[in-house]
């Protein structure tokens, strides 16, 4: 893959910091190189018919004019393979941010990917549905997709000692719900992949999306996935925070003190969460970063956080 970090992560994560207000702004100038990286030469389907909640068409929510790269319009989801040139054993089903808007498949995505097979990790990058464009029980809808895609790779996990979960943004929420609602009954099994665990053996959280009411949610994440004001009980359902069984796998958490987008509360709440149920937890705090930084700013302590989360999976 020729396509540099330079090329994605400081354009894209800009972008993305726009993404709230993107009926209001202009298009995001397209990245360089986007095509050369996606998609990947091996893509996995995940469902073999129509996706549970099929109402025969979807509508965007981002404008047209929004480049590639944010991926929208999805009636297809697809698991996106990146493989190593030495795999260590450990794979990673990845799961790009966007505000439930888009999936931000390049500073979250294929930059993720090049960090990750570069220390060993098989990568699955989630084309995931987005909830607002037309779906039934549109709360449920990523986690579907996000189930689906860890039984899946787990079904063809040959080689693999573990499989993990590692989100962002939004993405950090739908990795959250997956960590802790693995085994909620969010769709119909179709074969015998779904006779499988959707339970990862590890999750990453990096600035998360984590609670769905009060002061600190994240409007527009919140609104895409569960609709216009909605009720306590829906909320509560879809904030990871609030329910933290004791299966849930062992997590690692980043996230900016700065970050004016999703506040840092979310992460200390899931952070107190975690701790109350007994679960293994890390958490990393960076003083700067703001939101959206993606495998990290260069020159920053943010940057090493893959390196963190690398040697805290090898120690799990």
Known sequence: MSVTRRDFGAGAAAALLAVGEARAQSAPA????????????????????????????????????????FLRGTATPTLNVFRPARPNGQA????PGGAYMAVSAANEGVDVARVFNALGFTVFVLAY??????????????????????RLIRSQAVGFDRIGVLGFSAGGHLAA????????????????A????????????????????????????RDQLLGAQPSEAAAARRSPDLHVPATTPQCFIAHAVDDTTVPVENSLRMLSSLRAAGVRCEGHLFETGQHAFG????????????QLFSRWIGQA
């Open 30 to 69: 397209a990245l360089a190189g986007w095509s050369d990286a996606w998609p990947p030469k091996e893509v996995i389907r995940l469902w073999p018919g129509d996706p549970p909640g099929w109402r025969g068409s979807v509508r965007p929510v981002l404008p047209a004019s929004w480049p590639p790269n």
């Open 92 to 95: 990673l089903l990845v799961c």
């Open 129 to 150: 549905r987005l909830p607002g464009e037309g779906w039934a029980d549109r709360a449920d809808v990523p986690l579907q997709d996000a189930q689906r895609a860890m």
């Open 177 to 192: 719900s997956l960590a802790t609602d693995h085994a909620q009954a969010v769709y119909s099994p179709l074969d015998a």
């Open 194 to 221: 779904d006779r499988l665990s959707a339970r990862p053996d590890f999750a990453g959280l990096i600035y998360p999306v984590i609670t769905m009411a009060g002061p600190y949610a994240h409007a527009r994440s």
């Open 295 to 306: 495998i990290g700013r260069p020159g920053a302590p943010s940057e090493l956080w893959p």
